[in-house]
């Protein structure tokens, strides 16, 4: 069983390219967010993240393609980037009016949750820069023609306006006549889509656009919420995740949409917010792979689909086999939830190492 047919790296300036929203995070670190008098501040983006994973992790060369309003928070945001390492040849700067009414920086507060206490998350990006985006501000011809084997983007942009499933499409078009794979993280949030025509919208958009994609990945609320293939035997809280359901889902997917060469899902049972049970199951070109949920233990949960997802493009653009990039991406997703922040801070010595079962004993 093969990986996916990339173009060659070296015809390519970019190995992902990733399309979404950069926000600024305040993360109030152990306290909450309503209580809190000092916020750490971090950048993230669940296609960005995506990116940084794996040019920080596993060293491919990587962009994003996003905007920002030009004002000091903007520039934070900017320098955190830069720290990354990710390109920003293709970051979009949009005047800011003093006040935001034509574009603004969105704020992602989270607090992180412990034990009975889950984590939360409170947006505040209406209007950003990102959201504002249209198809002719980006020169996709030049992007594509420069060359990148993959596009990363997902269903947390199309969810930003009117404009972004626009933005998308006209992407993943440009990116197919070029070769480029496309890779879709359908990433729903109900709060996104909640005042912009809830689940009946969100499927109308993810299925419109899952015909240009070839890698679809999602958690065990997505598949459902997102594009509407219901899960047997799955209760409201998703403390029970019956692997043939998913089995049988994944499938439905692939009939729907001939096109899709590979799903995978991420297994995740919260027993608390400090303990969960993380695995994965995928479908790659007809072959069913599964990594068996394992507790773990998480210090900050979100991003940890972010880091799955690096991790499985990095084995499939590696040219390992599929049950090496689901191994990396189970791996490097539960490293990245045990440090703090959207982004991943692990080393890709550290991935091969869970990925063999090692200890936690200290490295000295």
């Known amino acids: 069983m093969t990986a996916l047919d990339f173009r060659p790296a070296s015809e390519c300036r970019f190995d992902l390219v990733s399309l979404g929203e950069v926000m600024l995070r305040l993360d109030p670190g152990p306290g909450r967010i ?35 309003a030009d004002n000091p928070v903007g520039r934070l945001i900017e320098d955190l980037m830069l720290q990354g390492g990710v390109d920003l040849s293709y970051l979009k700067w949009m005047p800011y009016d003093g006040v935001g009414r034509g574009a603004r920086n969105g704020l992602n507060f989270t607090e992180r949750g412990f034990g ?3 984590a939360v998350g409170c947006y505040d990006r209406g209007n950003s820069a990102a959201s504002c985006l249209r198809p002719e501000d980006v020169d996709w011809e030049r992007l594509f023609r420069e060359g990148a084997r993959v596009l990363h983007t997902g269903g947390v942009f199309a969810a930003l306006s009117e404009t972004t499933p626009d933005v998308v499409r006209t992407a993943m078009e440009s990116a197919r006549k070029h070769g480029t794979r496309v890779s879709y993280d359908l990433n729903y949030r109900e709060s996104l889509w909640r005042s912009f025509g809830g689940k009946e919208r969100a499927r109308a958009v993810n299925r419109s656009l899952l015909s240009f994609v070839d890698v679809v990945i999602g958690n065990e609320e997505d598949f459902s919420a997102a594009l509407g293939f219901e899960l047997e035997g799955v209760d409201e809280h998703y ?14 997917v692939m009939d729907a949409f001939p096109n899709v060469s590979t799903v995978a899902v991420t297994l995740r049972t919260a027993r608390t917010a400090s303990r969960n049970g993380w695995g994965a199951l995928a479908c790659h070109r007809g072959q069913f792979l599964e990594v068996p949920e394992r507790e773990i233990e998480v210090f900050d949960r979100v991003g940890g689909g972010d880091s799955f997802a690096s991790g499985f493009l990095y084995g499939l653009l590696s040219g390992r086999d599929p049950e090496f990039s689901l191994a990396c991406g189970v791996a490097h997703g539960a490293l990245a939830m045990s440090t703090p922040g959207d982004t991943s801070m692990a080393t890709l010595a550290e991935v091969l190492r869970a990925m063999q079962g090692a200890s936690a004993r200290i490295a000295r």
Request: aromatic share 10%.
């Open 34 to 68: 309503h209580t809190t008098r000092s916020f750490q501040a971090w950048e993230g983006g669940g296609e960005y993240n995506v990116a940084r994973g794996l040019r920080r992790c596993f060293g491919l060369r990587t962009a994003v393609v996003t905007a920002l």
């Open 116 to 118: 009975p206490r889950g």
């Open 239 to 252: 403390t029970a995740l019956p692997v043939e359901s998913f089995r049988r889902m994944i499938l439905s």
